[in-house]
């Protein structure tokens, strides 16, 4: 089956419709083929503007958020990127058409595993994947230009900040388990970190030392 007229139709109705003007994102968004990334027996609903399960109680975002978020960044091309929560890889595969070099850090090694198949699959040879607790970050990467969180955390962990390179942008949903408030945080001079509230949100706990513990989820 050929997606390339829903996946040219989701980038028209739900994404560049509703405000999103960078043409980066807009171009990385029409070239993921965001099926794969979904499960066989979804893939009619790949293109669709909502999320999905992919398992271990976790979902893919809908296609908005993912160019919401991307465009958060305000990339230019070629940076150095941290992605937290790197799930079906989706959103690390639209961010590898973008930046030089993508890391991702995600908390459950099933998912890892099958996230790196699939970018392999599609050529994304830049993106790097870590099995780990992805409150952290990836200290032995840092600085990063930009770094992307696609779970909630009930406040923003410090080793985001300390990894954030000097004019680097952090998007990251903050708030409650059930409702949060999208946020923009830009390393503006050492030591100055300036916030932006961006949308309200809803994603998955950020689990980790640093964001939710996994008795509370």
């Not at 639209?94 to 090694?109: D, H, K, N, P, Q």
């Not at 996230?115 to 050529?123: N, P, S, W």
Request: proline content about 6%; overall charge neutral.
């Amino acid at each position: 089956m050929d997606f390339t007229i829903s996946r040219r139709r989701m980038v028209e109705q739900h994404i560049k419709a509703r405000g999103v003007r960078d043409p980066l994102v807009l171009d990385a968004m029409s070239q993921v083929p965001r099926h794969l990334f979904v499960e066989e027996a979804l893939r009619d609903q790949a293109y669709s503007d909502f999320p999905l399960p992919i398992g271990h109680r976790q979902t893919i975002s809908q296609p908005y958020m993912v160019a919401v978020m991307t465009e958060a960044l305000r990339l230019k091309g070629g940076e150095k990127v941290l992605e937290i929560g790197t799930g079906s890889g989706y959103q690390a595969a639209v961010l590898s058409r973008i930046a030089g070099r993508v890391y991702t850090v995600e908390r459950i090694a099933e998912l890892a595993r099958r996230a790196r198949r699939i970018l392999d699959q599609i050529g994304a040879i830049n993106v790097n994947i870590k099995v780990t607790d992805g409150t952290f970050g990836w200290e032995e990467e840092q600085p990063f230009d930009g770094i992307l969180v696609t779970a909630g955390a009930p406040s923003i962990p410090p080793s985001y900040l300390h990894q954030l390179a000097p004019g680097g942008r952090l998007v990251i949903p903050v708030g409650s388990l059930g409702s949060q408030t999208l946020m923009r945080v830009t390393h503006s001079a050492p030591g100055r970190f300036d916030e932006e509230r961006l949308l309200d949100c809803r994603f998955v706990p950020l689990i980790g030392r640093n964001g939710w513990q996994s008795e509370e989820y």
